[in-house]
């Protein structure tokens, strides 16, 4: 464990098991130096208790990179449990989720993810308080992943297309879930040309009728040949097999973990191609859940944050492009500053409080 790659220092690694509800979880504390550590839990039928702690470990430390990059005063955690949600999940399992969650102390707090929702979410705080995921009152979960995507795609137009405005400039939207969705939502009041692909024809189809989006298989949306790629299904897509075949100007989207390896995002720079980091741009999640904290909750307040993100954006672009280097490794760079070991630790509640004031 300790020499794997994606290790990196971790400060915790957990497995938890319960015989009665069928749990098989595993959460994953990266850095703690900005605060406690926040992050969803994802339920997927892993191949193997192995993929699975891969997985988990990658999506701790993007959290971690995701607070340290936004400034935010909370450190980086995620969990995954093992199952089919649609065919496992159950009230039992959730109530374990949150025993698990709870024998931590506060040094976790747990949100959603894929394979799980905010309605899951309120099972589980019924036996912790270390939960986070505010939710709408259709039981929805906040925009705000999507709409911070949007202000970085902005950015990305404004940087590297010239553009302040969308109208016309083709964007390939892969996945069409809550964040990809909405973020075809955004981008259609922009009038960007929409290109769409979705394992499940009933969004795709919904996104042609109320978008006029073009739609494309699975197997071809990553190559098509547009402006921007906007990744916001699952990750390691940017890989050996993919680049090469990319026919896009930028890629700046949703999905977490979408470099297969950090070799990736230099391969990119030498291609030509503008890779904006995940982490900068979908962190919209984030703010979401540290809104919540505060106590004083409100939408609107969180997407005003989230606008944010475009700024952060432009300079990591500004950067990058300064210093001649990839974006992917500038922003590692100046998150790595923000949650080095000798950071000042911050409490949530008094960190939140004092910027309200």
């Known amino acids: 464990m300790f020499d794997t790659p994606d290790f990196a220092q971790h400060e915790q690694v957990v497995f938890f098991s319960d015989a009665h ?13 900005r605060g406690p550590a926040i992050g969803g839990f994802r339920m997927w039928p892993y191949t193997s208790a192995a993929a699975a702690t891969a997985d988990v470990l990658r999506l701790s430390i993007g959290m971690s990179y995701k607070a340290a990059m936004a ?11 093992i199952g089919d949600p649609a065919r496992d999940k159950s009230r039992e ?4 989720v949150g ?63 010239e553009r302040e405005d969308l109208s016309g400039v083709s964007v390939a939207v892969q996945g069409l879930g809550a964040v990809g969705y909405r973020l075809c939502g955004y981008l259609a009041q922009r009038n960007a040309k929409l290109i769409v692909s979705d394992l499940r024809a009933e969004l795709t189809a919904r996104a ?19 402006d921007i790629l906007a990744p916001c299904a699952l990750g390691g897509i940017l890989n050996d097999a993919t680049l090469g075949r990319l026919r896009c100007k930028t890629v700046a989207g949703g999905a977490n973990n979408q470099l297969k390896e950090p070799r990736h995002g230099r391969a990119l720079h030498a291609r030509g191609i503008t890779y904006v980091p995940d982490y900068v741009l ?58 080095s070991r000798t950071s000042t630790r911050f409490d949530v509640t008094a960190a939140t409080a004092k910027d309200a004031e």
Not at 71 to 80: N, T
Not at 302 to 331: H, K, M, N, Y
């Open 71 to 81: 400034q935010l005063p909370c450190g980086g955690g995620k969990s995954v449990v």
């Open 93 to 96: 399992l959730l109530l374990a």
């Open 21 to 33: 509800s069928g749990l098989r979880m595993i959460i994953a504390i990266h850095n703690t130096a």
């Open 208 to 226: 042609a009728a109320e978008f006029g989006a073009q739609v494309l298989p699975p197997e071809d949306i990553l190559f098509a040949e547009v």
């Open 282 to 339: 979908n962190v919209g999640g984030l703010i979401d859940l540290v809104h919540e904290q505060r106590g004083d909750y409100a939408v609107t307040a969180v997407l005003r944050d989230c606008e944010r993100i475009r700024q952060t954006t432009l300079e990591v672009l500004d950067r990058a492009r300064q210093e001649g280097q990839p974006p992917s490794e500038v922003a590692d760079r100046i998150a790595e500053e923000r949650f």
């Open 99 to 161: 025993r698990a969650v709870d024998s931590l102390g506060g040094r976790y707090t747990i949100s959603d993810d894929v394979g799980t929702t905010v309605r899951d979410l309120e099972v589980v705080r019924s036996v912790t308080p270390y939960v986070a995921g505010p939710m709408n009152e259709a039981g929805e979960s906040s925009p705000a992943t999507a709409y911070g995507v949007f202000q970085g795609i902005l950015a990305t137009a404004a940087h590297g297309l």
